[in-house]
């Protein structure tokens, strides 16, 4: 837990020249993903997915971006045989996404984000390194987020394209909703009606 707090802080003090004119950063606590990829006939037609501390850093001008997440997993049907090679889920370490929010570039509209976005995520691991796994999304999203000056919070996206599994290629549709966001929502509707989970 001292590594995972010392990563997010050394993270976040390289960004702090980031604040001036010319960029913009985009973050998130992490997100939770439902999805479905086509065509169906099986071991991954539906997804799950979750990530921690999804941060990018998007230079205003042009609005082209590039986002990291130090850890990212995703959950498929029973019979896809890398995740049940063993009892731990595999996370991947490596997941970088580039981006171009175009929406932004031709309309000053901050709270809405829409664009092409290209995704890797690689170095699973479980027991082992899973060195021939990797997931390669390539399509289009769109979202919406918090605006605070040249920071902005992701709270909800949705994105549609081509996958590569391992692989095996699919197409894909999904959606991303922010940790904190679903956490919230989860206490507002405790406070309303305490009794709505039992």
Partial sequence: MRKFLLFTIIIFALTLPVYSQNYRVNLNVGNVGLGSNFPLYGSTDFEG???????????????????????????????????????SLPFSLLNLSFYWNFFNHFFLINNIYLGPFASVSYLFVNESILWDRYVFSAGLQMGLRCTFGNVSYNIISFETGYRLISGRSKYFVGVNIDLAVLFLTALYVQAIDPYYYH
């Fill in 49 to 87: 997915s979750v990530s921690l501390i999804n941060f990018a850093v998007e230079e205003k001008s042009t609005n082209i971006g590039l986002e990291i997440s130090p850890i990212k997993t995703f959950i498929w049907g029973y019979d896809y045989e890398y995740d049940y090679e063993s009892e």
